[in-house]
C-alpha cells in the first residue's frame, strides 16, 4: 500500500459515518508543516496569515506552538472580530476603506491596542480621520513596500501590484506624515513577496520554465534584501521605536528570516499545503486540507460523476486554479467537462473500483479558500475524527 492509499483508507474509516461533502484537516500533518515552517524560520516568530487558514480553532492551534506569534488578517471587519474574540496581536494586511469599522477601532481601547491597519497612500489617513472622532485613540499605522522586481527602467515588471510605495525616501516621507498627523502611530513596516513566495520553481514537466522561474527568483531576492535594508533605515531613522518589519511567505519563509532587516515573517498556506505549493524546491509539506465528492453516478467503465467539486481559487484562471483529484490516486477530469458547479465527471482505472456513496478526495489549488466552501471541518488525528469546528462561513462570517 503506498502512503497515499494508507491515508485514503485513513480519512475512509475516520469519515465512515458522514456523508459527502465534506472537508477535514489532518492534524499529523498540520503539525508537520507548521513545525516546519519555525525551523525555516530559523527564530524569527511567524505571523499566521488568516486568509490562509479562516478556521478560528486552528488560528488558535498553531498559535499556541512555539514559533508562532499574531495573525495577518484580510479585511477590518475580519481584524475587529479576532480581536474581540480574543487576538491580542492582529495586522492588517490590506488597505481598507471600511468608515463604519474604523470609527468602531478608533473608539475602543481594546481594539485600538490589538489591531494594526496597512497604510500606503495619504489619502488612506484621509479616510480615517473622516470616520472617526477628534478624540477617539490613536490607530497604530503599518506601512507597505512594493516588493516587485523592476528591469529595463521599470518597463518589465515581475511581481504583485500592491503598493505605489518603492524607494526608501518615499517610505520615509509617508512616514513623516503619519508622525506629523495626531492619532496615528507608526510600529510596522510590512513587504510581501509573492513573486518569490508564491511561485512554483520546479513546475512538472516544465524544465526550462523552472530554471526561468529560479533565475529570477534569485535575482529578486537579492534585489529585494538590498532594498528592504535600505528602506527599513531610512524609516526607523523617522520611526525608530517601529514594532515589527514584516516579510516573506510561505515559500520563501528561509530566504526572508535570513535577512537583518526583517523581524518577523508571515506565513499561512504552508499549514494546509494546497496544491499549488507542490511545486518548489525549497520546500516540501504535507498535504493538510482536503474535501470529500461522493460518487453519485457510474457512466460506464473507467468513469464515475462525483456531486458538486467545482470550487476554482482566485488568481488568473486556468488549469492550476482548480481542485485536483488526489485520493485514491489515478482519477483526472473529463477534458470536455472540467471541474462542474453541480457534477463531475472523472476518469481513470481507479473508477472502476468506486461505488455509489464512496468518497473521492480532492486537494484545493488554494489554502483557505477551501474554508468559504464548507462550514466546518473535520480534524483527523489517525483514523477518527476528534473534533468538529466551524470555519468563518461556519460561524456566519464571510469577510468578501
Known sequence: MTPRAADRARYDRATAHLDAPLALVDLEAFDANADDMVRRAQGKPIRVASKSVRCR?????????DGFAGIMSFTLAESIW???????????????????????????????????????DPAQLDLIDRARDRDDLPVRICLELDTSLQVLGGRVRVGARRSPLREPAQLAELARAVARR????????????????????????????????????????????????????????????????????????????????VTEIAAGSGLYVPRLFDNYTSFTGRPAALFAQPVVRRPGVGVVTVLGGGYPASGA?????????????????????????????L??????????GDKVWFRHAKAGELCERFDELQLVEGDRVTATVPTYRGEGRTFL
Open 57 to 65: 480553532a486552528l488560528l488558535e492551534r498553531v498559535l499556541a506552538r
Open 82 to 120: 479576532l480581536a474581540r474574540a480574543g487576538f491580542e496581536d492582529v495586522l492588517l494586511a490590506y488597505p481598507s476603506a471600511d468608515r463604519d469599522r474604523f470609527a468602531e477601532l478608533a473608539a475602543d481601547p481594546k481594539l485600538a491596542a490589538a489591531v494594526t491597519v496597512m497604510v500606503d
Open 182 to 261: 495626531p492619532g496615528f502611530r507608526l510600529v510596522g513596516l510590512m513587504a510581501y513577496e509573492g513573486h518569490i513566495a508564491g511561485v512554483g520553481d520546479d513546475i512538472a514537466g516544465r524544465p526550462v520554465r523552472s530554471r526561468a522561474i529560479r533565475l529570477m527568483q534569485t535575482a529578486a531576492r537579492k534585489e529585494l534584501a538590498a532594498r528592504r535594508a535600505e528602506v527599513v533605515r531610512a524609516v526607523r531613522a523617522v520611526a525608530p521605536d517601529l514594532e515589527f518589519v514584516n516579510g516573506g511567505g510561505t515559500g520563501s519563509v528561509q530566504h526572508t528570516a535570513a535577512e537583518d532587516a
Open 317 to 345: 484562471a486556468g488549469a492550476d486554479r482548480l481542485p485536483v483529484p488526489y485520493l485514491p490516486e489515478g482519477l483526472r477530469y473529463d477534458p470536455q467537462e472540467g471541474a462542474g458547479e453541480v457534477q463531475t465527471p
Open 347 to 356: 476518469l481513470g482505472t481507479a473508477a472502476d473500483d468506486l461505488l455509489i
